[in-house]
């Protein structure tokens, strides 16, 4: 198993670490190479991705926030350069056909899976941080499915308060997940 990635390993690697590198890379080269295959559907394109998130992620390393998330750092780099791989398959078509062939013959839920868990995670790191009330309310909207009514009624509250702390709630969580490129996925889990 690999070291828990945390912030004193990105401050390390800001600092120009090799090593904090390496423990970054064995973190997440496999997470990283599961995304691209998820686009490309090709084991060595897919290793390419790789190979060029990572030394993206070396070379801009000085702009990194120490405390933010390395994962959706590195999910949006691979994301950008799977999408441009694709963009280039497509002037190819060769290389449209072998990828037709390829998402026709392998289909692979665990990795759409796993993406939806990390979002789940992110977001659920996000939620408790928000100010108690508001995490309250957002919780009982979002998983115990009450309207801005009953909520209020439960609370002993305005539903105007319900509403106002919700509107804050998801303003938090939209900013938060916007950077990382994964605010598309987002309606799945807030904004229903």
């Not at 990283?32 to 790789?50: M, T």
């Not at 801009?60 to 791989?85: F, H, M, P, T």
């Not at 979002?119 to 100010?131: D, V």
Request: a negative charge; aromatic letters at 12%; one cysteine or more.
């Amino acid at each position: 198993m690999y070291k828990e990635i945390n912030s004193s390993y990105i401050q390390q690697l800001i600092a120009g670490d090799e090593a904090a590198f390496d423990a970054i890379y064995e973190a997440y080269c496999s997470k990283v190479y599961r995304l691209a295959y998820r686009f490309l559907k090709d084991g060595e394109q897919s290793e390419e991705i790789v190979q060029e998130c990572f030394i993206s992620l070396w070379t801009g390393r000085e702009k990194l926030n120490a405390d933010g998330n390395i994962w959706l750092y590195l999910y949006v780099i691979a994301k950008r350069l799977s999408l441009n791989a694709l963009r280039k398959i497509s002037q190819s078509r060769q290389l449209t056909e072998k990828l037709i062939f390829h998402i026709t013959t392998t289909h692979n839920d665990t990795e759409e899976d796993i993406l939806v868990h990390d979002l789940e995670q992110f977001a659920e790191q996000i939620i408790c941080k928000l100010p108690k009330q508001q995490q309250l309310i957002f919780r009982l909207s979002r998983t115990e499915h009450l309207s801005h009514k009953e909520i209020a009624e439960q609370l002993h509250i305005s539903p105007n308060t319900v509403k106002n702390h919700m509107v804050e709630a998801l303003k938090t969580l939209k900013a938060q997940l916007q950077y990382s490129d994964l605010i598309y996925l987002a309606p799945l889990f807030f904004f229903f």
